[in-house]
């Protein structure tokens, strides 16, 4: 059972100040009782719940996918700088909203955010071998022997082993993509720092089989459909 000013607000993406003015106006029924108590608790997975006479539908989690810009902290919140969440939450206003793995601020690309705690720890578990893939600029080109190196899996001077990284050269030796399955701190600049290649620019594009959506412009996010959810975790 929860707060019916909560299940309006999340259902309709208005705030909660606004959902109790529509309960307070008598706009909100449920199973067809109009209720103008703002207490009322409801349970939004067995009653229909539906505003001005029209069915609201309330989800429990939400997934949104977001080309991330550079510039802005892979964080829930910062005091001063702007958030990949303070992005989702112009679109979609829920609390308990959080980025599924972190992505450097110079960093671009796909990012989930969601408020879906075994989902996101799912995605970002090394147990979970799921693939992410990053196109990297790099600051001179790659041999193939350092390819093969990254191939095997390298050592960082701080002794840690990073698993075996898949590397494909793409238009040149100095455009790369990397898929990597775990997500360590700075994984690709560190794991790149071992060759002695520096990195200049980092976009993720894939997080298991779901790819960026390239109709998704820098700083642009949408909601997820239950089929892209399935390509990211099975
Ligand atoms: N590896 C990095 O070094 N940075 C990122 O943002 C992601 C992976």
């Known amino acids: 059972m929860e707060r019916l000013d909560k299940i309006v607000a999340v259902a309709t993406g208005e705030s909660r100040k606004i959902a109790r003015g529509m309960i307070l106006r008598g706009r909100i029924t449920v199973d067809g009782v109009r209720i103008v108590d703002i207490g009322f608790k409801a349970d939004a997975g067995s009653s229909v719940i539906a505003l001005d006479g029209n069915n609201i539908t309330y989800k429990k989690y939400i997934y949104v996918m977001i ?131 520096g990195v200049e620019t980092l976009k993720r594009v894939r997080i298991g089989k779901l790819m960026l959506d390239p109709s998704l412009l820098t700083g642009e996010c949408r909601e997820m459909s239950d089929e892209e959810l399935s390509l990211v975790v099975k």
């Open 67 to 197: 080309n991330k810009p550079e510039g802005v902290l892979s964080a829930s919140e910062d005091k001063s700088r702007e958030t990949v969440v303070d992005l989702v939450k112009r679109h979609f206003n829920r609390d308990g909203l959080f980025p599924v793995g972190r992505l450097d601020k110079n960093t671009t690309g796909l990012l989930i955010v969601t408020d879906d705690g075994d989902f996101g720890h799912k995605v970002i578990s090394p147990k979970s071998y799921i693939e992410k893939e990053y196109i990297v600029g790099l600051d001179k080109p790659i041999s193939n022997e350092d390819i093969l190196k990254l191939e095997a899996g390298v050592t960082l001077v701080d002794g840690t082993v990073l698993r075996p990284a898949q590397v494909n050269v793409l238009e040149n030796r100095q455009n790369i993509s990397v898929v990597i399955t775990e997500g360590k701190y700075h994984e690709i600049k560190r794991m790149l720092g071992t060759v002695g290649i």
